[in-house]
Nanobody, 123 residues
Framework: QVQLVESGGDLVRAGGSLTLSCAAS????????VGWFRQAPGKEREFVAAISWTSTKLYSDSVKGRTTISRNNARNTVALQMNSLKPEDTAVYYC?????????????????WGQGTQVTVSS
């Protein structure tokens, strides 16, 4: 059974930093692409970042330059380090894994999802 568990969400002030973690089990993690998405209240889920099995990285324009995605295959984890946080970054952040190794930005191409972790950025 595939499980993705997010952690690291918190309440932070604008300009602060936060690192989210996604721990995976039940799948050959090292050959799977993993993505992060977020959903703010009243808004659709949107792409944040993704990393392929070869560590090719994709970022949304809204977080590019202040966010880094990385993976640790030995620990089956993917981290999302976010800096210079803004109130508009407030959302539930979800980790998702694909059945293949190529990173993509579209949520419908991800097969497995975590339950999410709340990030709140105060102004």
């Amino acid at each position: 059974q595939v499980q993705l568990v997010e952690s690291g969400g918190d309440l932070v002030r604008a300009g602060g930093s936060l690192t989210l973690s996604c721990a995976a089990s039940g799948l050959p993690f090292e050959v799977r692409a993993v993505g992060w998405f977020r959903q703010a209240p009243g808004k659709e889920r949107e792409f944040v970042a993704a990393i392929s099995w070869t560590s090719t990285k994709l970022y949304s324009d809204s977080v590019k330059g202040r966010t880094t995605i990385s993976r640790n295959n030995a620990r089956n984890t993917v981290a999302l380090q976010m800096n210079s946080l803004k109130p508009e970054d407030t959302a539930v952040y979800y980790c998702a894994a694909r059945a293949t190794g190529t990173a993509v930005t579209t949520s419908e191409n991800y097969n497995y999802w975590g339950q999410g972790t709340q990030v709140t950025v105060s102004s």
